[in-house]
């Protein structure tokens, strides 16, 4: 798999080689390449263009940030105009989001509305040419496409002998305290890639696999369902109804960029 770019699936020319990250770098604060105790993923043949447009990694670390704002009560209101009751505001304590730049802020869509008055934006016309947005939406997608990437990278390095020609991945979120998670009694002892950052891959039945994800306080399960044998989804995914399940698929991992994952 050596000349092949595990992003799109195609050759590469030699002029056209690039190393990317299995675990993106903005995730990993410790120094690489290698710390005592902790793992290594190495790298993984690419495009470098397909490398390069790969911005989502450059907010991941930012949106799981925002992702525990979300979730935590102390941090955030939840509101409906009272002139317009299809009008949803989310209003977010700015310190709780203190090391977010204004880029930061544009790409997810927030108004900064800290240097105005209550009577300016409370009012109907200030939200007249304001685009209807979903934080909470924007952040997860940001979060599952960047940790698929790099649960299929992993998988790819670790455990398969050829690139599938069709991916299907299902997503299940898990909010909380991820430092206090742990499946190494059931998933098998494995290294941390740094502090809160460790990964666990086991093997489901007909070659697809499960992949656990634990990054910052999210973690995220993964059902790389790579056999293409149709089965229920209440098999797979044993916990539903309860729990939320995103869906990608495609034939090639770059379309994870911007993907708008569907929920089932």
Known sequence: MKDICYLCGKLIQHEELSDDHVV??????????????????????????????????????KAMKLIEVLHDDNCFLKRQHRDNPNINILAINSACLSDFSRQDLKY????????????????????????????IRQSLFVSFSVLAKSAAALLISRRLKNIPKQWRII??????????????????????????????????????????????????FMFFWLSGISSDIEEIVPFRPSAQCFEFQSTCLIDLIDYQWKQI
Not at 108 to 135: A, M, Q
């Open 108 to 135: 997810f869509k927030f108004i900064d509305v800290r240097n105005k008055g209550l009577s300016e934006w409370s009012t109907l016309s200030f939200f007249t040419d304001k685009t209807k947005t979903d934080p």
């Open 24 to 61: 993106p770098k903005q995730i990993i604060k410790r120094k690489q390449p290698k710390t005592k105790g902790f793992d290594y993923a190495g790298v993984l043949p690419s495009h470098e263009k397909c490398n390069n447009q790969f911005g989502p990694e450059k907010c991941c670390q």
């Open 171 to 220: 997503a299940i979120p898990y909010y909380g305290k991820g430092n206090t998670f742990d499946l190494d009694d059931i998933a098998g002892n494995t290294k941390p890639f740094d502090i809160g950052v460790k990964v666990w891959l086991y093997p489901a039945n007909n070659g697809n696999w499960w992949i656990t994800y634990k990054a910052c306080d999210i973690v995220v």
